[in-house]
Nanobody, 123 residues
Framework: QVQLVESGGGLVQAGGSLRLSCAAS????????VGWFRQAPGKEREFVAA????????ANAEFAKGRFTISRDNGKNTVYLQMNSLKPEDTAVYYC????????????????WGQGTQVTVSS
């Protein structure tokens, strides 16, 4: 099973950008599809973006389209989430997750999770 560690969160003003990273270890990462999820205080965890293990296929939540981009560098065992035009409502803890085989948008389908990184967007 792969271990995941997120980084890159922080405080940013509305309209700004952040790039989150998710470093993987403990397994051959190329076989894993990856996803980003987020959870705001008092809300359920929600899907943000996902990418297949080949990098060919991606999916984005409606709120992420045109603003967030998921990518991966299998040589570095790292997944990224580039977030642009950030809004206060994007404030949440962001988690990366991994699973073997095909990606999904359902958090319950992922069996490896990072500890999360806080993103705070001020107005």
């Amino acid at each position: 099973q792969v271990q995941l560690v997120e980084s890159g969160g922080g405080l940013v003003q509305a309209g700004g950008s952040l790039r989150l990273s998710c470093a993987a270890s403990g397994a051959i990462f190329t076989g894993y599809s990856v996803g980003w999820f987020r959870q705001a205080p008092g809300k359920e965890r929600e899907f943000v973006a996902a990418m297949s293990w080949t990098g060919t296929w991606t999916a984005n939540a409606e709120f992420a389209k045109g603003r967030f981009t998921i990518s991966r560098d299998n040589g570095k065992n790292t997944v990224y989430l580039q977030m642009n035009s950030l809004k206060p409502e994007d404030t949440a803890v962001y988690y990366c997750a991994a699973r073997l085989y095909e990606y999904t948008v359902n958090a319950d389908d992922y069996n490896s999770w990072g500890q999360g990184t806080q993103v705070t967007v001020s107005s």
